[in-house]
């Protein structure tokens, strides 16, 4: 008798038992029970988002056993290990899984988190690849600390220091953090005009229909996708004010004056110096810090173009898909959000169900060029390009190799349909 999972991958597997098997809830073993779910979160549509959900949430115990058991599916490993979908608790059991390729260990290690960046270091086997920590070296949450540990357990002696993250902890303006506002965890704070014309009918939809996931995991903070440093950046932050600077008329210079001149001690000290208060300043990164899942997905949904391009990148999927149903969201934003390579992969596959978004061909074009982009998707894609873009996409070395076989045969059929024509 066939097992579930390849009723399910010969699409045999009947309507109603599909509900079940996204929420977990066939009588099936554990292992074919995950590599079920993870089948469908990754190939189908319909039931995809609610697979999601219920591997984030499967039991730590069978997840941890499913991470560190050789016999493990090469799908479900790599679904686990992937940026998106990693819990922190399994990564020490998958970087010891030997069914989990160093090439994979590597792909991992050039985005990874500053928390994950910590378990490679302690891990025996990754401190022994050295095609691994080769990749790390790249990754730009790095501290300096780290850069030297990873360049004497690759024999390079003294390493050169990490070039600095916006956003990491150590580098923030502590001063400027200790005099802002008090932290507000589940709204955003004040709208400009820009913001304010998003109906909270529209926020209430999108906190509705993902009531679910935002309950899993309510107070996750912002971690952006490939590293802060990406963001263009310092200038990429401009800072806001939050209180204007108080005005103040000379009052330090004025009592200096006096004691200069010979005035009383008693008189300079009736009218003291008044130290000038500092204005209270934070940037678009420190806001976006301060707000839970809640907050930052009202803010996607109600805010302006700078923070919708900081929160894309949001690790949490539920907040950067929220920036896509943003009701403000230019077709110039997307064109970028196409192209980018710090996105998680759920936002380049929700893009192309947007009809608007598939109506701009320089989306299509960018998401097809895209590196990141999941091979079927852009192969998918690749027939609505033209044969100028087929061309460039054939040379593109940055690209699977498919995509790039694919593209030149496509443009020498056009070519030659041109030529017969």
Do not use: C
Request: proline share 6%.
């Amino acid at each position: 008798m066939p097992r579930t999972i390849d009723l399910l991958r010969a699409s045999k597997l009947p309507s109603n038992m599909m509900q079940f098997a996204a929420k977990g809830a066939l009588q099936v073993p554990p292992d074919e029970n995950m590599e079920i779910l993870v089948y469908l979160a990754k190939h189908n549509k319909i039931f995809g988002d609610v697979a999601r959900m219920t591997l984030a949430g499967w039991d730590e115990k069978a997840s941890l056993a499913a991470a560190a058991d050789p016999k493990t599916s090469r799908e479900v490993l790599d679904y686990l290990i992937a940026p998106e979908n990693l819990r922190p608790k399994l990564l020490p059991a998958l970087l010891e899984n030997p069914s989990v390729s160093n090439s994979e260990l590597a792909k991992f290690a050039i985005s990874a988190s500053q928390e994950s960046i910590e378990a490679l270091l302690r891990s025996p086997r990754v401190r022994a690849a050295a095609g691994v920590l080769d990749s790390l070296r790249s990754n730009p949450y790095l501290k300096a600390k780290e850069t030297s540990a990873l360049a004497e357990l690759l024999g390079l002696g003294e390493a050169e220091p990490p070039s600095p993250v916006a956003g990491d902890e150590a580098q923030v303006d502590e001063a400027v953090v200790a005099t802002s506002a008090e932290p507000v965890h589940g709204s955003v704070p004040a709208a400009s005009d820009e913001t304010t014309q998003v109906s909270e009918e529209t926020i209430s939809s999108y906190l509705a229909e993902h009531a679910t996931e935002i309950a899993a995991e309510p107070d996750k903070p912002f971690q952006p996708v490939g590293g802060i440093v990406d963001l263009l950046g310092a200038d990429y932050f401009p800072v806001s004010e939050i209180k204007e600077m108080t005005e103040i008329a000379g009052s330090a210079e004025k009592a200096a004056a006096e004691s200069a001149s010979g005035k009383s001690a008693g008189a300079a000290r009736s009218k003291p110096a008044v130290k000038p208060q500092l204005a209270r300043r934070e940037n678009t990164l420190q806001k976006i810090n301060r707000l839970d899942v809640k907050g930052r997905i009202q803010l996607a949904l109600k805010g302006n173009k700078e923070e919708r391009s900081i929160l894309i990148r949001d690790g949490t999927k539920v907040v950067a898909l929220a920036v896509l149903d943003a009701p403000k969201l230019t077709d110039g934003e997307v064109e970028k959000f196409a192209l980018q390579k710090n996105v998680s992969e759920a936002v380049l596959r929700y893009i192309p169900l947007k009809r608007r978004f598939m109506k701009n061909y320089i989306v299509v074009r960018n998401l097809v060029s895209n590196p990141r982009t999941p091979l079927d998707l852009g192969l998918g894609l690749m027939k609505h390009l033209q044969p100028v873009d087929l061309k460039n996409l054939s040379a593109n070395k940055e690209i699977a190799e498919t995509l790039r076989n694919l593209a030149l045969k496509m443009f020498k059929q056009k070519l030659d349909a041109g030529k017969r024509g």
